[in-house]
């Protein structure tokens, strides 16, 4: 049994190394306990595996609803307790996430693992400047005066590339535009030097100028401060331009997970390939005609609260035989960093060759 101690973090792997992956999960299960007459219980991630090494992005795409977003938040603990079950394991930087303290688990969050929210409108606090919350979490995490933390917080400002740094530090949330807030909520995630960035959907509010302005940022401070990122986005065109690996969740599964190229070029999982045909834009492969109707995925995504025996998507999926309505399917390796879960692989490679 690898050997456990506490430290400033919380509880730390004593084993943990460089070469380690920063963020590693093993059988992630979150359900939420129902309230009500009906008591139904939704199961919302159901047995995530995934890991990022240093320095990497990983982009987790899919549907809404099909767990992206509980899964990134699990990674910092931010579900209610109260109504929350979650069991596996998610080590990030060596600390055992599911097993930190309250005392130790607020020192993990900000410090080691910080995330980046979709709306920071509704992440700040409106009856504080947007330079005393930043200067608010490096003073709860390090040892500094205000005049230091303040000195900080414009440096963070001015790497983020808000123009006036030193009047926007004394602005509050509702005085930025959406472009700005996000860049002082990024400057926000990374006030106390994190090693690892989680960004929920960091551009869809924004208009199409600012997410490109946003995604290049995020690139660039990655390669800067070596940080690993988890991107979670439904927008498949904002993953390719940050991402090395994507991975497709759809009912609280992986179904697919390989290098953003082979995703992009050779998709074997019927949902990757219907995600990437539905793309407004696409190109290559991939390119709708130009006039033609956008294709959709028929149906709707399984109830959480009542998924079925076999495969969740079988119900929307052209290739659908018998045994994907009744058989779970496995993990396959279809390369040695290409890992889909399903039966028919056999005929997305077919109509990938057919086009």
Request: aromatic residues 4%.
């Amino acid at each position: 049994m690898t050997a456990l101690h506490a430290s400033a973090g919380g509880v730390i792997d004593s084993a943990y190394t460089a070469s380690d992956p920063v963020i590693e999960v093993r059988d992630l299960r979150v359900s939420f306990l129902g309230s009500g007459a009906s008591r139904k219980t939704v199961h919302a991630v159901n047995g995530v595996d995934l890991s990022v090494a240093r320095g990497e992005t990983l982009a987790l795409i899919g549907e809404s609803g099909s767990g992206k977003s509980v899964t990134l938040r699990a990674l910092l603990r931010l579900h209610a307790p109260r109504r929350t079950r979650m069991s596996g394991s998610v080590r990030v930087a060596g600390h055992d996430v599911l097993s930190l303290a309250p005392g130790p688990l607020a020192d993990y969050r900000g410090k080691v693992a910080s995330m980046i929210f979709q709306e920071p409108l509704l992440a700040m606090d409106p009856v504080y400047t947007v330079g005393q919350q930043i200067m608010e979490s490096i003073r709860r995490h390090e040892p500094v005066s205000q005049a230091q933390a303040r000195a900080r917080a414009l440096e963070l400002f001015e790497r983020v590339r808000i123009p006036s740094p030193e009047r926007r530090l004394d602005a509050y949330p509702h005085e930025l535009s959406g472009g700005m807030r996000q860049r002082a909520m990024i400057a926000l995630a990374l006030a106390c030097r994190p090693k690892v960035l989680l960004a929920d959907e960091p551009t869809t509010a924004l208009d199409a100028t600012v997410q490109i302005q946003i995604l290049l940022l995020l690139r660039e401070l990655q390669k800067e401060l070596g940080l690993s990122i988890i991107f979670v986005t439904h927008d498949i065109g904002a993953a390719i331009e940050v991402a090395d690996r994507f991975a497709v969740m759809y009912a609280g599964r992986i179904v697919e997970e390989a290098t953003s190229r082979t995703v992009v070029r050779a998709p074997r999982h019927p949902y990757t390939l219907a995600l990437l045909q539905g793309r407004a834009g696409g190109s290559g492969e991939h390119a709708m005609t130009r006039g033609g109707r956008l294709p959709t995925i028929p149906g709707a995504p399984p109830d959480l609260a009542n998924l079925p025996a076999g495969c969740a998507f079988a119900e929307r999926c052209r290739y659908a035989e018998a045994a994907c309505s009744s058989t779970q399917p496995e993990p396959v390796m279809i390369a040695a960093d290409h890992r889909v879960r399903c039966l028919r692989t056999d005929a997305t490679q077919a109509a990938l060759v057919t086009g």
